[in-house]
């Protein structure tokens, strides 16, 4: 199907573009990063205040060894003050990977032939589902490609059939979504399936490059797509997702563009978004990878740390992309979400191959440990795994401003949240050894509680839960 770009016309201000290269370039060209300047914006950050564009400049701009080490080490008391020692884990599960794009760095992209295409059938998704539970999984992102087959009825129907698949003491309770963008009205109906998250990704917010990497298919109007998550807004989405593809052009324009885009959703809704993802590009069927913007390891674990100093209160993103060793470090520097027990094969959780099948997925990924695994190192490393979709599902939205403007929030609803979700998975998925080390966390947790009367409440709920009572929350 030929697609001819229309010229689209924004509705009204608020949609208009918003990303100015030359104001990158000018604040990433024209700022130095000496001593003086980088602590007094760490201090801002620290009062949790988020940074302007030419302050995240000043950040990006640091070389100085000590100077950067600086920037994580605040990077890392903000997110404990934020985000205290939880960590929120979710799962992917890839719907349908049929594509009309042809994007130069995707498996799934129209022109690879190699790649096999499918669709799951309804029982299909059901048995994915079904797997994902047994493993303890509470929270999905659905993915599909962008294909006139994945229309927002589809899309809706999809969400459904996950909420009703209860296996055991197994259900998701929060269902996000990456897919293509659409119109308000499309918006309005996968939010009327009870959407979590909707992400769409700008992949480079650099219109040159953009056009070289997107030359055919609905994806190449870049106005379209970075206009995507203001539509969903209008239509009642307010817990959108934002990112970039960290490969595609420069990491620092991309780093600031992703702060803009984060000023912009603030100035005209008043809420940022929920969420940012930075996926470093990765090895996929029948890509040449083009080496000329690659992010090193340094230059990623330093991007995490101020992307947390910059936006205090967004929570960021890290999935299996990343190879265990780069996931547990930047765990310390901001990250507030990762990806467990990920497989991002069609059909991968009920087939349960050893081997990855680049010509079944869009890209490979580096972190294949199980969620168990994955949550030993978590409970090992002092994190508190958590499951929890308490805000979604009582309405309090833009809850990162809650969380961060409220004093006190953390402490009162995430962590105890985050705990009850953890004494749920020890009780009904985890091995000893497991539950063990689980429960001494949940006791060492309970000992930081002075105000006796809410921790007699918590110690009662986490009763409940040992004897079997399901889905309690704060
Ligand atoms: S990145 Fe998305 S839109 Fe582009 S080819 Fe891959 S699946 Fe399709």
């Known amino acids: 199907?030929?697609?001819?770009?229309?010229?689209?016309?924004?509705?009204?201000?608020?949609?208009?573009?918003?990303?100015?290269?030359?104001?990158?370039?000018?604040?990433?060209?024209?700022?130095?990063?000496?001593?003086?300047?980088?602590?007094?914006?760490?201090?801002?950050?620290?009062?949790?205040?988020?940074?302007?564009?030419?302050?995240?400049?000043?950040?990006?701009?640091?070389?100085?060894?000590e100077l950067i080490e600086e920037i994580k080490q605040g990077a890392r008391q903000l997110k404990e003050n934020v985000y205290g020692n939880r960590i929120v884990l979710f799962a992917p599960l890839y719907v349908g990977n049929l594509c009309t794009n042809n994007c130069e760095y995707c498996g799934f992209r129209t022109s690879n032939k190699d790649q096999k295409r499918t669709t799951l059938k309804h029982d299909e998704l059901i048995e994915e589902v079904k797997m994902l539970e047994d493993a303890g999984q509470k929270r999905l992102i659905l993915v599909y490609g962008e294909h006139p087959k994945y229309n927002p009825e589809f899309i809706a129907d999809s969400v459904r059939t996950v909420y009703k698949?209860?296996?055991?003491?197994?259900?998701?309770?929060?269902?996000?979504?990456?897919?293509?963008?659409?119109?308000?009205?499309?918006?309005?109906?996968?939010?009327?399936?009870?959407?979590?998250?909707?992400?769409?990704?700008?992949?480079?917010?650099?219109?040159?490059?953009?056009?070289?990497?997107?030359?055919?298919?609905?994806?190449?109007?870049?106005?379209?797509?970075?206009?995507?998550?203001?539509?969903?807004?209008?239509?009642g989405i307010d817990d959108v997702g934002i990112g970039a593809l960290f490969g595609l052009y420069?990491?620092?324009?991309?780093?600031?563009?992703?702060?803009?885009?984060?000023?912009?959703?603030?100035a005209v809704y008043n809420v940022g978004p929920h969420t940012i993802s930075f996926p470093r590009i990765k090895k996929a069927s029948n890509?040449?990878?083009?080496?000329?913007?690659?992010?090193?390891?340094?230059?990623f674990t330093k991007l995490v740390a101020i992307l947390r100093l910059a936006v205090p209160y967004t929570g960021l993103i890290l999935t299996a992309r990343e190879p265990a060793h780069i996931r547990e470090e930047v765990l310390k520097y901001g990250v507030s979400q990762i990806d467990g027990g990920t497989k991002i094969e069609m059909k991968a959780y009920s087939e349960n191959n050893e081997e990855q099948d680049l010509n079944s997925e869009q890209f490979e990924i580096n972190d294949d440990r199980s969620l168990n695994e994955v949550m030993d190192e978590l409970i090992d490393t002092g994190y508190i795994p958590s499951f929890c979709t308490a805000c979604y599902r009582v309405g309090r939205t833009g809850?990162?401003?809650?969380?961060?403007?409220?004093?006190?929030?953390?402490?009162?609803?995430?962590?105890?949240?985050?705990?009850l979700t953890l004494a749920e998975y020890l009780e009904d998925y985890a091995p000893e050894k497991t539950r063990i080390n689980g429960y001494k966390l949940i006791e060492d947790s309970l000992k930081d509680y002075e105000d006796e009367r809410f921790k007699t409440k918590l110690v009662d709920r986490l009763e409940k839960v040992k004897v079997g009572e399901r889905d309690l929350y704060f």
């Open 1 to 65: 199907m030929n697609y001819e770009p229309q010229t689209y016309a924004f509705p009204d201000e608020a949609m208009k573009p918003f990303i100015s290269e030359d104001e990158i370039w000018d604040a990433i060209e024209n700022t130095s990063s000496d001593t003086e300047s980088v602590r007094m914006i760490i201090k801002k950050s620290l009062s949790k205040k988020r940074l302007s564009l030419k302050e995240t400049a000043i950040l990006v701009n640091a070389t100085d060894p």
């Open 287 to 299: 890509v040449e990878l083009d080496e000329q913007y690659l992010v090193s390891d340094e230059d």
């Open 399 to 419: 809850e990162h401003f809650m969380e961060f403007s409220v004093p006190g929030f953390i402490k009162r609803y995430c962590t105890p949240n985050a705990l």
């Open 165 to 235: 698949v209860k296996k055991g003491n197994g259900e998701i309770r929060r269902v996000n979504i990456n897919a293509a963008p659409m119109d308000i009205e499309g918006f309005r109906t996968v939010k009327e399936a009870g959407i979590g998250t909707y992400q769409v990704f700008q992949e480079t917010y650099h219109r040159e490059a953009y056009s070289r990497y997107h030359t055919s298919g609905m994806k190449r109007n870049y106005d379209y797509r970075l206009t995507a998550l203001d539509r969903a807004q209008e239509a």
């Open 250 to 266: 420069d990491w620092r324009f991309e780093a600031l563009a992703l702060v803009r885009h984060v000023n912009h959703f603030e």
